[in-house]
């Protein structure tokens, strides 16, 4: 999720708070920001106890915690499909020598989010991808992709865009585990089943209520290359 209030007064956005998979409720400074987090119902508890109970799994933590929930599979696809499924990229800025990124407000948000991160520059990743075949964002299917060949042959497709349009198509929700838990070698993906859909809408519904521009990114993997 992105903060629309940023743009009003830096020209900027910045990403706040997000959901890895459908229990990792992850927020900036989640000291100071309670409110942005649906996890267990800490933002006003207005939910009932049966709707605290079906999400009991769910659990938020502060962004800076981020790297240790994720393993490294997990860390490396989120990373790619950020880098590699966007035309932003960084340069100086002319009047002051910083380096910033420049393009979509919503691109740079999670570029920056990624380097904030630590995790690989996103030119690094994006010139080691095999990209066949980018779609440009279109408003009619408020959504952009870009498919890449992996190693081995296959293809991956990532997309990024209008939540509540992308859901639709998804089958499948990544797994993270709770702050302490070993980490997952591989990435672990479960079916999005009635609760679990629920759940994802819910967090949809709740971010923007809070003014917070919600961007869903999904991937799936293809044997051959994709239709387009």
């Known amino acids: 999720c992105t903060d629309k209030t940023g743009t009003l007064t830096q020209n900027e956005m910045t990403v706040v708070a997000g959901s890895v998979g459908i229990h990792c409720k992850f927020v900036h400074r ?45 860390k ?4 790619a499909s950020i880098a590699i499924n966007s035309t932003a990229f960084e340069d100086r800025n002319p009047d002051t020598g910083e380096l910033v990124f420049v393009g979509s407000k919503t691109e740079t948000a999670l570029l920056k989010f990624a380097k904030e991160n630590g995790w690989t520059d996103y030119k690094e990743t994006r010139e080691s991808a095999d990209i066949k075949q980018m779609t440009p964002f279109l408003s009619e299917r408020k959504a952009m992709g870009v498919a890449v060949q992996l190693r081995g042959g296959r293809y991956r497709l990532f997309l990024k865009g209008a939540s509540e349009i992308l859901i639709r198509t998804c089958s499948h929700h990544v797994v993270i585990g709770k702050p302490g838990e070993p980490l997952q070698d591989e990435v672990q993906a479960c079916e999005i089943d009635e609760v679990s859909s629920d759940n994802i809408q819910r967090t949809i519904i709740f971010y923007a209520n809070r003014t917070l521009r919600t961007i869903a990114i999904c991937y799936r993997d293809f044997e051959s290359k994709p239709p387009k």
């Open 30 to 74: 989640l000291d100071e920001n309670l409110n942005r987090t649906n996890a267990g119902e800490e933002s006003g508890g207005r939910a009932s106890p049966e709707v605290r109970r079906k999400h009991a799994d769910d659990f938020s933590i502060d962004q800076s915690q981020l790297n240790g929930v994720l393993g490294d599979s997990l």
């Open 76 to 79: 490396d696809l989120l990373n």
